[in-house]
T-cell receptor, first 111, second 113 residues
Framework: DADVTQTPRNRITKTGKRIMLECSQT?????MYWYRQDPGLGLRLIYYSFDVKDINKGEISDGYSVSRQAQAKFSLSLESAIPNQTALYFCATSEGDQPQHFGDGTRLSIL | QKEVEQNSGPLSVPEGAIASLNCTYSDRGSQSFFWYRQYSGKSPELIMF????GDKEDGRFTAQLNKASQYVSLLIRDSQPSDSATYLC?????????????FGQGTILTVHP
């Protein structure tokens, strides 16, 4: 089983819908992150959490919200999806300042 | 100027050659540097990281830091077709936790037989 699991793996939805992407980990790491990846732009940080009670905005948080339900779970929500949020989304985890490890990604298309 | 910049390529090298990938960064206070490999349609995979105190070699991979010119290089010796992927450089801002990584846009490497 994967250490960092993202669900769903693929999602197609319509403009204005509320979307939730989920991430769970079995690595026991304290830190979790959400990134989006667009062609030619690399990975950009949306939100990050250093523990259950700590949530921080990243580079591109507008239009997104997150919830750290437990140490092992970190979900990303799009309250009202718009087409320019079409992207590949990655969840990552790390133990303290150690390198980050990524989930397999969620491909999200908003029509 | 972007905080972390890479030549997007594509960089094409013949099998067996040395592939050289570069990454420039803007924050002089950055203390650590990460290289990830990403195959098409897959997630980034950490292949190497170095600190500001020196270079590092791991098998066919060598990471080198030039602090004066603010760039970090990844050398891949004896390149194989299986090395064909996008290579992402990531740098945390100086003086902060490694958590806030800033990624370059990635360099596409193609190793042809």
């Amino acid at each position: 089983d994967a250490d960092v699991t993202q669900t769903p793996r693929n999602r197609i939805t319509k403009t204005g819908k509320r979307i939730m992407l989920e991430c769970s980990q079995t690595k026991g790491h304290d830190r979790m992150y959400w990134y989006r990846q667009d062609p030619g732009l690399g990975l950009r940080l949306i939100y990050y959490s250093f523990d259950v009670k700590d949530i921080n905005k990243g580079e591109i948080s507008d239009g997104y919200s997150v919830s750290r339900q437990a140490q092992a779970k970190f979900s990303l929500s799009l309250e009202s999806a718009i087409p320019n949020q079409t992207a590949l989304y990655f969840c990552a985890t790390s133990e303290g300042d150690q390198p980050q490890h990524f989930g397999d990604g969620t491909r999200l298309s908003i029509l | 100027q972007k905080e972390v910049e890479q030549n997007s390529g594509p960089l094409s090298v013949p099998e067996g050659a040395i592939a050289s990938l570069n990454c420039t960064y803007s924050d002089r206070g950055s203390q650590s540097f990460f290289w990830y490999r990403q195959y098409s349609g897959k997630s980034p995979e950490l292949i190497m990281f170095i600190y500001s105190n020196g270079d590092k070699e791991d098998g066919r991979f060598t990471a080198q830091l030039n602090k004066a010119s603010q760039y970090v290089s990844l050398l891949i010796r004896d390149s194989q077709p299986s090395d064909s992927a996008t290579y992402l450089c990531a740098v945390p801002p100086g003086g902060t936790s490694y958590g806030k990584l800033t990624f370059g846009q990635g360099t596409i490497l193609t190793v042809h037989p």
